[in-house]
Nanobody, 118 residues
Framework: QVHLVESGGGLVQPGGSLTLSCAAS????????MGWYLQAPGKQRELVAT???????NYADSVRGRFTISRDNAKNTVTLQMNNLKPEDTAVYYC????????????WGQGTQVTVSS
């Protein structure tokens, strides 16, 4: 079973920056996609950014230009550089790994809290 661990969340002022990191372990096949999703209180989990093993990225419109996703396929890690943070970015951020063999298999980290507040 793939295990994901996130780190890097915290409390920052508006306009500040954070870097989230995620490491996958117990991985014996290629991870098709890794990325980040957020979940605010009372809301559905939603895409922040993802990257395929081939380097194709997908960003939510709300973060494009502010956040940058990167991935090290060999190390099975993914990071999210978050700049110019806004209060509306406040949420729990979850690392995701998607492995497609016969079917889609999604694995999730435990989540890391990001709070943007004055």
């Amino acid at each position: 079973q793939v295990h994901l661990v996130e780190s890097g969340g915290g409390l920052v002022q508006p306009g500040g920056s954070l870097t989230l990191s995620c490491a996958a372990s117990n991985v014996y096949v290629g991870i098709n996609s890794m990325g980040w999703y957020l979940q605010a209180p009372g809301k559905q989990r939603e895409l922040v950014a993802t990257m395929t093993s081939g380097g194709m990225t997908n960003y939510a419109d709300s973060v494009r230009g502010r956040f940058t996703i990167s991935r090290d396929n060999a190390k099975n890690t993914v990071t999210l550089q978050m700049n110019n943070l806004k209060p509306e970015d406040t949420a729990v951020y979850y690392c995701n790994a998607r492995i497609v063999i016969i079917r889609v298999n999604d694995y999730w980290g435990q989540g890391t809290q990001v709070t943007v507040s004055s």
